[in-house]
Nanobody
Framework: QVQLVESGGGLVQAGGSLRLSCRTS????????MGWFRQAPGKERDFVAG????????YYTDSVKGRFTISRDNAKNTVYLQMNSLKPEDTAVYYC??????????????????WGQGTQVTVSS
């Protein structure tokens, strides 16, 4: 059974930092591109960052470039999202997702086979 479990969300003041983790099990993690998406209240779920299954090439949506960093540890079957200089508009539920042999640049939900349950990130002004 494949499981993706996010952790690390919480409440932080604007300008602060959080590190999200997504621990996976039941899949060959090194064969999966991993993505982070987020969904704010009343909005669609949007791509935030992705990392390829090979060579760890990374991609970001424009609004987080220079502030967020995605990384992976294949030995721990875990993908991370380091979020710095957080803004109130970053408030959302954050989801990780896995895309078998994907490029890491998959911006649409249908490109990902597996999803976590999400973790809430709230940034106060």
């Amino acid at each position: 059974q494949v499981q993706l479990v996010e952790s690390g969300g919480g409440l932080v003041q604007a300008g602060g930092s959080l590190r999200l983790s997504c621990r996976t099990s039941g899949l060959t993690f090194s064969n999966y591109a991993m993505g982070w998406f987020r969904q704010a209240p009343g909005k669609e779920r949007d791509f935030v960052a992705g990392i390829a299954w090979r060579r760890s090439i990374t991609y970001y949506t424009d609004s987080v470039k220079g502030r967020f960093t995605i990384s992976r540890d294949n030995a721990k079957n875990t993908v991370y999202l380091q979020m710095n200089s957080l803004k109130p508009e970053d408030t959302a539920v954050y989801y990780c997702a896995g895309d078998y042999t994907g490029s890491g640049n998959g911006k649409f939900e249908y490109e990902y086979e597996y999803w976590g349950q999400g973790t809430q990130v709230t940034v106060s002004s």
